[in-house]
């Protein structure tokens, strides 16, 4: 019973993780240069984690 | 006198019109001073690109209590960019960059497809024509908005072929006053020169290259500036009564391609390291503007 638990425990969190594992569009500008090429828009990949989610 | 710099040349020797224009003739001249002014170019333009520039600006003054604090600035909402103002200015923040390029002006985008300016492009870089960013706006307030100390910009964005042709478009009447462009005619010739870190960023060494090594663009509003990215170039601060307004396109081969950018002298030097794995991307991929991309 308790293995069944856990285990639910563990799909859930892989759930919980994958739906909140998502890219987030980051445009950076800085100087007039850098807004020549940083135009193009940086997509950074960001993993939310549970712990971060639930902080 | 004519303003004559240290490598011989004064600015009859750069200057054409455009309604005389012998493209080759004025290749030529890009291609051994490395700089070109054709008066009246960018004529038709003016009128509404001062009223989008003015206009992006006025929102982003309305933002200025939603700005991010960017590592030189602060960023607003419509991706205009702010620094310091100068002591007794009547803001605490003086606007760099203004937010605006093809993607919220039509004019903007119509001034970069305009054809006697892509004949000269063409006349340059050959048959095929990728546009190189979305389109730059510098707006420098009145009563000492920001200097730009002679640099090139191939120190920010070196390219692996020939790199962009830059072509900067004054929307007002222009003097030094007034924040001019400076030029060093030839010095594109000289290869990539060493830069140091100042307060406008990545720039030569100002006991080395002194403005008096640069001649001074005066003009028109509509009068447009071409320059290879190695060029030596940079403007004193503004210190009429009056915004100076530019805006800049800038075009390249579509093969061509970033090989090391950078900002500081350090990020440069991490930069440099990877260049060789440079490569050119999706990413990197400008609109075609004139010819095929194979």
């Known amino acids: ?55 | 006198m004519k303003p004559t710099n240290q490598l011989g040349a004064s600015i009859s020797d750069i200057e054409v019109f455009a309604a005389d224009l012998d493209l080759q003739q004025a290749a030529a001249i890009y291609r051994e001073h490395g700089c070109l002014v054709v008066r009246s170019l960018m004529n038709a333009y003016i009128d509404a690109m001062y009223n989008d520039i003015m206009r992006t600006l006025d929102i982003a003054i309305s933002q200025l209590d939603q700005a991010e604090k960017a590592p030189d600035g602060w960023r607003t909402p419509n991706g205009s960019l702010f620094i310091p103002a100068p002591e007794g200015y009547e803001r605490d923040k003086q606007v760099y960059v203004v937010g605006i390029d093809y993607y919220t002006s039509g004019a903007f985008l119509q001034a970069a497809l305009d054809a006697k300016a892509l004949d000269i492009v063409e006349a340059i870089l050959g048959p095929n024509i990728e546009l190189f960013g979305q389109g730059q706006s510098l707006v420098k307030e009145p009563v000492g908005g920001f200097p730009k100390i002679l640099h090139q910009d191939s120190a920010y964005f070196e390219h692996k072929y020939e790199g962009p042709v830059a072509i900067l478009n004054y929307v007002v009447d222009t003097d030094v006053q007034r924040g001019a462009l400076h030029v060093v005619p030839g010095s594109h010739r000289i290869g990539q020169l060493q830069h140091i870190d100042t307060f406008s960023h990545l720039g030569l060494d100002e006991d080395e290259w002194p403005w008096e090594a640069a001649i001074p663009v005066e003009g028109q509003a509509g009068d447009a500036i071409f320059f290879h990215v190695r060029t030596v170039h940079g403007s004193k601060p503004n210190f009429s009564d009056k915004p100076r307004q530019v805006f800049i396109n800038r075009y390249r081969r579509p093969d061509d391609y970033v090989t090391i950018r950078g900002f500081t002298v350090a990020n440069r030097v991490e930069a440099e390291k990877q260049a060789q794995e440079a490569r050119k991307t999706n990413a990197q991929r400008g609109l075609m503007v004139r010819g095929f991309r194979t």
Do not use: F, P, W, Y
């Open chain 1, 1 to 55: 019973m308790n293995a069944d638990l856990l285990s639910e425990q563990q799909i859930l969190g892989s759930l919980v993780l994958t739906a909140c594992e998502k890219k987030e569009e980051v445009t950076r500008v800085v100087t007039e240069k850098e807004t020549v090429i940083q135009k193009e828009t940086v997509v950074q990949e960001k993993v939310v984690t549970a712990t971060q989610l639930r902080s």
